[in-house]
């Protein structure tokens, strides 16, 4: 039931794109995309809900595809501050949020 | 802008004492949540609650962990006798109700078990 992110790790330069997939064997009610700096909490960056939906955060997007049971985040022109670890939460059919293993980022000068 | 409160930061304590792990939720949420990271690893669902009772809870959280709300504002989780493998990171978080879907995390409490 665990979600499947790929890819496990992505090394960019200021400036470049990146996308990150979240995939799912199971039919997904949402999707929660998070953000994590090492020691410190997972921060909230968007949520998908079932429906197709895509959703921006200035040059941070993410789409849903609910017949894939898939979302991806889109990370734009890139900058250092992106730097983290990328987790993908799923929902199914309860409260709890599944985590996928993460997407590591680094974004070099 | 509202947050997720924990404390401790880091606690150490010897296996098989108990420790309490305090958190103070975003003021107005409903929902709470603890969750764990062993280091280098992803997070895992522990425990969730709603009305002063658990919602759902994972096959981590056995007899040993139990949740409370004690007043208005607290959230704690408490381990009963603590074992190596509980040390990790304890992550608390909070949503706000019903049709908001939004988990807030809060720093988290860096548990070592020696």
């Known amino acids: 039931q665990q979600p499947v992110q790929s890819p496990q790790a992505v090394i960019l330069r200021e400036g470049e794109d990146a996308v990150i997939n979240c995939s799912s064997s199971k039919a997904l009610y949402s999707v929660h995309w998070y953000r994590q700096k090492h020691g410190e909490a997972p921060v909230f960056l968007m949520i998908?809900?079932?429906?197709?939906e895509q959703k921006g955060h200035e040059k941070i997007s993410a789409s849903f595809n609910e017949k894939k049971q898939q979302s991806s985040l889109y990370l734009t022109a890139s900058q250092l501050s992106y730097s983290g670890t990328y987790f993908c939460g799923t929902r199914y059919n309860t409260d709890k949020l599944i985590f996928g293993t993460g997407t590591r980022l680094q974004v070099f000068p | 802008e509202p947050e997720v409160t924990q404390t401790p930061s880091h606690q150490v304590t010897q296996m098989g004492q108990e420790v309490i792990l305090r958190c103070v939720p975003i003021?107005?949420?409903?929902?709470f949540y603890w969750y764990r990271q062993i280091l280098g690893q992803k997070v895992e669902f522990l425990v969730s609650?709603?009305?002063?009772?658990?919602?759902?809870k994972s096959e981590i959280f056995d007899d040993q962990f139990s949740v409370e709300r004690p007043d208005g504002s607290n959230f704690t989780l408490k381990i009963r006798s603590t074992k190596l493998e509980d040390s990790a990171m304890y992550f608390c978080a909070s949503r706000a109700g019903l049709w908001t879907y939004e988990q807030y995390f809060g720093p988290g409490t860096r548990l070592t078990v020696t």
């Open positions: 998908l809900l079932k429906g197709g």
């Open positions: 609650f709603y009305n002063n009772e658990i919602s759902e």
């Open positions: 003021s107005n949420h409903l929902y």
